[in-house]
């Protein structure tokens, strides 16, 4: 597993690094962090895959998916591009929506530039504005990309295009379709050009520090999203207690299966009725989808056992919060 610089390693400054080896990079390289904001579900984590080419942050149609700042890399032969994948900038209802938008607010303040998603097939809502009056007083470049150019043609692009430039004073605006592959490049050198020259932050071939567990959690969580009731995704963590390696057969060539333990919360007895279903079938489902993506992400074969449990109103209980790490 790749050892990754600690944050403060980071602010420390490169001779907190030496002892890492990073190998040796051109006089003109250059490394920086962007945050990626928006409102929910205009396509950030979509983005946020593309660029760094391998699945780090978890997709869905519903809104407010993402929980924590997902931290990224990309690398190329000119720079390292380390995003920072934040969760939808929101109008709070509970105490878990509050902590999220401090999250958005705290990553603006770490970053070297930052990427404001606006989706192309949706008119500019207030919720685009609100954020765009917020990155005012970012004293960073600020990059407007017009996500989800795919779904329109050039008589409702252009227009949005427009419609975005005149909400605030970018320093580019790119249009692009992560989901096709579409100007992602594009979008990536951009980015470089406002990134300051650097030693790489993190080892070239890296390209997420989220913890395995984390990872894990947040396959089940997606894989537990897909056809939920609208009210149900808000109330659904996931939690990993433990992973335990078996122990290996004689004349065994794979790795040992891993065995993981995890729990799954809902705020109320009747959800926990849906997320289980019928004889356990809901269950059993998103056991088998999210263990492929499990599987690929860690290269070993795993056995997930999972328990819905009842934690009534966990998204306004400080202390549950804190034991999810929210």
């Known amino acids: 597993m790749t050892d990754f610089p600690s944050d403060e390693e980071l602010m420390a400054g490169p001779s907190a690094v030496e002892g890492m080896s990073l190998p040796q990079t051109p006089e003109d ?7 990626i904001v928006g409102r929910p579900n205009v396509g950030k984590s979509t983005l946020t895959n593309a660029i760094v080419g391998k699945k780090i942050a978890i997709t869905s149609m519903r809104p407010e998916t993402t929980r924590h700042t997902v931290r990224g890399v990309h690398t190329s032969d000119e720079g390292q591009l380390v995003l920072l994948d934040t969760p939808g900038y929101h109008r709070p209802r509970t105490l ?25 097939d949706q008119k500019i809502g207030p919720g685009d504005r609100f954020i765009a009056r917020e990155l005012k007083s970012v004293k960073v470049p600020v990059i407007a990309v017009v996500t989800k150019s795919d779904l329109v043609g050039p008589e409702r692009l252009l227009p949005q295009i427009d419609a975005v430039s005149k909400l605030g004073d970018w320093a580019e605006i790119v249009p692009t379709s992560a989901a096709k592959g579409r100007q992602v490049d594009d979008l990536i050198s951009v ?10 932050l993190y080892p070239l071939d890296a390209k997420s520090d989220e913890s395995d567990n984390t990872m894990i959690a947040e396959f089940i969580r997606e894989a537990a999203l897909e056809g939920m009731r609208e009210e149900l995704p ?7 207690e433990e992973v335990i390696e078996r122990k290996p057969v004689k004349g065994q060539k794979k790795p040992p299966l891993l065995d993981i333990h995890v729990n ?9 009725a849906i997320i289980i279903g019928k004889g356990g079938s809901r269950l059993k489902w998103i056991g088998s989808n999210a263990r492929q993506n499990i599987e690929e992400y860690l290269n070993r074969r795993v056995y997930l056992d999972l328990h819905v449990r009842t934690a009534k109103d966990w998204q306004s209980d400080p202390k549950m919060l804190g034991r999810l790490g929210l």
């Open 264 to 272: 799954m919360y809902v705020e109320r007895d009747s959800q926990k």
């Open 234 to 240: 808000h109330s659904l963590a996931v939690q990993v």
């Open 96 to 120: 878990l929506g509050k902590r999220l938008n401090d999250q958005v607010r705290e990553a603006l303040t770490q970053v070297d530039l930052v990427f404001f998603c606006i989706p192309a």
């Open 191 to 200: 980015a470089m050009k406002y990134l300051p020259k650097s030693m790489p």
């Open 29 to 35: 390289f250059v490394a920086g962090f962007a945050t």
